[in-house]
């Protein structure tokens, strides 16, 4: 059974303090491992993704995620946040060799950023 | 930004009515998904496409879901007899391809089963 697991389920930070969101995953293959972002009442958009190579990726505005075999992990990164990234952050796993390769969601990290 | 265009944003339906939506994905997308995603942020993957044709769906609810990709024509999901428990977000995305990884979000329709 594949599952994606975002311990936190809200997280408040200051206007330019940094901020971690963490995903852990459990699967038995080869996976996609991606974030996405969803603002109120817009679908979800996407961060960045990792399948292999270099374990830190870079994504968009200032996002970056760190993949971690051994820990199953592949935690979300911004050294400086905005108001304007406060959202729902969703981490998702798709095998890579299934057809159709559905995402597998997280139940998501609200971020509150206050000024 | 995403170029998937859900029809119609907001859905309110009585217990056992039909209840059909829209999907236009982003040009040059063969591959489409839907999703539902409930109050707690919980998604659960419905059906995906290639072109016209079904690459994987779940156990569609007792077959109340139904759902296709007709060629030059909108995708759409129905659900033949609404129940209170599909009051969600339904989330529509596209992918250009299957090498590709990144997926391309609608907006969703939010449906209300009342």
């Known amino acids: 059974t594949q599952t994606v697991s975002q311990s936190d389920a809200h997280v408040t930070v200051f206007e330019g303090d940094s901020v971690e969101l963490r995903c852990n995953y459990s699967y038995g293959g080869s996976i996609y491992l991606s974030w996405y972002i969803q603002h109120h009442g817009r679908g979800l958009q996407f961060l960045l993704k990792y399948y292999s190579g270099n374990p830190v990726v870079q994504g968009v505005n200032g996002f970056e995620a760190e993949f971690s075999k051994s820990d199953s992990s592949f935690h979300l990164r911004k050294a400086s946040v905005h108001w304007s990234d406060s959202a729902v952050y969703f981490c998702?796993?798709?095998?890579?060799?299934?057809?159709?390769?559905?995402?597998?969601f997280g139940t998501g990290t609200t971020v509150s950023v206050s000024p | 930004n995403s170029k998937v265009i859900q029809t119609p944003r907001y859905l309110v339906k009585g217990q056992g009515q039909k209840a059909k939506m829209r999907c236009i994905p982003e040009k040059g997308h063969p591959v489409v998904f839907w999703y539902q995603q409930n109050k707690n942020n919980e998604f659960k993957f419905l059906i995906n496409f290639q072109n016209q044709e079904v690459l994987q769906q779940i156990d569609m609810t007792e077959k109340r879901f139904s759902a296709e990709c007709p060629s030059n024509s909108p995708c759409s999901l129905e659900i033949q007899s609404s129940e209170a428990g599909d009051s969600a977000l339904y989330l529509c995305a596209s992918r250009p391809g299957q090498g590709a990884t990144e997926v391309f979000f609608g907006k969703g329709t939010r449906l209300t089963v009342v």
């Open positions: 998702a796993v798709s095998p890579a060799y299934q057809g159709g390769r559905a995402l597998i």
